[in-house]
């Protein structure tokens, strides 16, 4: 298996562009996370589908930021217009959740979008 | 409301050993997670635990008390290599993924 799947591997871009981050999840997994990650606050989680439905966006910080699972094989996360303030690691996750007695659900991790918006 | 708290950093000598600490409150709990992240890597899966106890993977280990909402890491016979940061993460029942700050782990020749 590849693994979790993630574009681009870095970006750079201005003020006022629209930025799109891409993840495919290992095939089979059936949740999918979306994370922040910066020196000041952590781990940050963004946003989570499971069986390609949001189920909880309540970390995903305004209207600027959306996400999309079209499939089960491909989400996006959106940021229009991006502000320096968004520059942070962007990490997407996968797991194949079973249901509250499944036993371990580990997390599986992408190598990570490390964005600069200057 | 959702709380982890982790020391922010340690240090100790290659060879030794070194506990990592983890203190949870959170609303729900189905396991909790140690990850192990190198700089500008990814967090990788280390250990989980469900049931009170320890659980023992080669040099590392790890130990839950749900009831005091404690875990730690134990590392043994410490690499270089294991210079890194480490951090717990609680499993909401499988619907979400709580982590805590992280502790930046320095090992010293």
């Known amino acids: 298996d590849a693994g979790v799947i993630q574009s681009p591997r870095h970006e750079v871009t201005e003020m006022g562009q629209e930025v799109t981050l891409r993840c495919k999840p290992i095939?089979?997994?059936?949740?999918l996370f979306w994370y922040r990650q910066t020196m000041m606050r952590g781990l940050e989680l963004l946003i989570y589908f499971n069986n390609n439905v949001p189920i909880d966006d309540s970390g995903m910080p305004e209207d600027r930021f959306s996400a999309k699972m079209p499939n089960a094989s491909f989400s996006t996360l959106k940021i229009q217009p991006s502000e320096p303030r968004d520059s942070a690691v962007y990490f997407c996750a996968s797991t194949g959740w079973q249901g509250p007695d499944s036993g371990a659900n580990v997390l599986t991790f992408g190598a990570g979008s490390r964005l600069t918006v200057l | 409301g959702q709380n982890i708290d982790q020391p922010t950093e340690m240090t100790a000598t290659e060879g030794a050993i070194v506990q990592i600490n983890c203190t949870y409150q959170t609303s729900g709990f189905n396991g909790l997670f140690w990850y192990q992240q190198h700089a500008g890597e990814a967090p990788t899966f280390l250990s989980y635990n469900v049931l009170d106890g320890l659980e023992e993977k080669g040099r590392f280990s790890s130990f839950l008390s749900r009831s005091k909402g404690y875990s730690y890491l134990l590392l043994k016979e410490l690499q270089m290599k294991d210079s890194a940061s480490y951090l717990c993460?609680?499993?909401?029942?499988?619907?979400?993924?709580?982590f805590g700050p992280g502790t930046r782990l320095s090992v010293l020749p």
């Open positions: 993460a609680v499993d909401n029942y499988g619907q979400n993924f709580v």
């Open positions: 095939s089979g997994h059936n949740s």
